[in-house]
């Protein structure tokens, strides 16, 4: 059994979990060592909980359960159990930290500060829990691209200090295979080009761009663009870097490289809203992570999303237009792009099969300042 395989097992006895003070003091050895980042927030994120569990797997740690004595209360997807902490044997999820005035803490698919048995020990009435999970941020330098101080917080105390986690958020995902990325990039000049859904013919027309701002939807007798013209004036971006710390920059960053492309005016404040550019009926995504977050809404479920009903009611999830930059991973070059109805995302992707649910607390970068060195305790 492998390193990380072993690291999935939890521990024999709950009451040998490493103390935070103990864990404290293992992971002291990290500060200083160097992290270049690629860019990708999942591959970064995965090596800094590599090296979390290298080292505290290095230090004696707690004697792992046996398969026959414990069962994880967890809805399992695509094999993956959704929800429980990456690092069973010490009962630890990790992040990192970059830059920004704000730091958004996304806990996926539990509710953090709750008493929710995710573990239950079957020879026993021990259970591990939702709030028992320890939380590992790791503050990473930007000038030195080292890891600059390291934070263990419990659940509960990060809500004493900051407060509650907000209300939760489903959101519907999409799996871009290589195989799928190939695809795509066979397509004529790098564009997958599908047609528009015959069921908005009527409100398709040449040249059809509005004076309006881009956020406004069309009403009365305006029209949009059909999707073969969004493909002439988006081709220019094949080969250009979509650059940012995080999915959601870059995200924002070729959002408002289309808007450009369409011909509007970029307005002074960008804020989320679905679809991205709604004067066009359109979505826009970058992909660059096997992953691709779908939002609130997903072309599987066919409805008219409430932001649409009593202005475009035929307007649903299947014929809405998407957009998709599949970008190059360490530069962010936009190498191919997918365009088409949201009901052709099945010709190429795979859709998971359920929604992931995020629960979000944000966090002012000034509480992780000043701690250079350290390994500061919130528990």
Avoid: C
């Avoid at 999942?42 to 080292?55: P, Q």
């Avoid at 026959?68 to 929800?83: D, M, T």
């Avoid at 709030?131 to 105390?157: Q, W, Y």
């Avoid at 493909?231 to 971006?237: A, G, I, M, R």
């Amino acid at each position: 059994m492998t390193l990380y395989n072993e690291a999935k097992l939890p521990p024999k006895n709950i009451s040998d979990l490493s103390s935070p003070q103990i864990l404290a003091t293992k992971l002291q050895s990290l500060i200083g060592q160097p992290f270049p980042l690629t860019g990708k927030p999942r591959s970064d994120g995965n090596k800094f909980l590599h090296l979390v569990i290298e080292t505290l797997m290095s230090h004696t740690p707690p004697a792992p359960a046996d398969e026959q004595e414990f069962n994880i209360l967890a809805p399992k997807s695509r094999g993956v159990y959704k929800g429980v902490p990456k690092f069973l044997r010490e009962y630890i999820d990790t992040y990192i930290i970059t830059s920004g005035e704000n730091y958004n803490l996304q806990v996926w698919n539990r509710n953090p500060d709750t008493d929710m048995v995710q573990i239950e020990y079957l020879n026993s009435y021990q259970a591990l829990r939702s709030k028992d999970v320890r939380l590992v941020f790791g503050k990473i330098n930007m000038d030195t691209k080292t890891i600059e101080s390291i934070f263990i917080a419990s659940p509960d105390k990060i809500v004493d200090m900051f407060g509650k986690f907000g209300v939760p958020t489903a959101k519907y995902q999409l799996i871009i295979s290589e195989s799928a990325k190939h695809l795509v990039n066979q397509s004529p000049n790098h564009i997958a080009l599908f047609e528009d859904s015959s069921s908005l013919s009527h409100l398709l027309k040449e040249h059809a761009k509005s004076n309006t701002d881009f956020r406004a939807f069309p009403v009365n007798n305006d029209k949009i663009m059909p999707l073969t013209q969004i493909k002439d004036l988006v081709q220019s971006l094949i080969g250009t870097s979509i650059l940012g710390n995080s999915t959601r920059t870059r995200g924002l960053a070729l959002e408002q490289a289309v808007v450009q492309n369409l011909g509007y005016q970029l307005p002074t404040t960008m804020y989320p809203q679905y679809p991205d550019v709604p004067n066009q009926l359109l979505e826009v995504k970058t992909q660059d992570s096997p992953t691709v977050d779908l939002g609130k809404y997903s072309p599987q479920n066919v409805q008219t999303p409430k932001e649409l009903a009593g202005i475009h009611d035929e307007v649903n999830t299947a014929n809405m237009r998407y957009l998709i930059a599949i970008t190059e991973p360490l530069t962010g070059v936009i190498q191919d792009i997918f365009l088409g109805p949201g009901s052709t995302l099945n010709r190429y992707f795979s859709f998971v099969p359920d929604t992931s649910v995020k629960y979000q607390r944000g966090i002012k970068m000034t509480n992780f300042s000043n701690h250079q060195g350290q390994v500061i305790l919130w528990t």
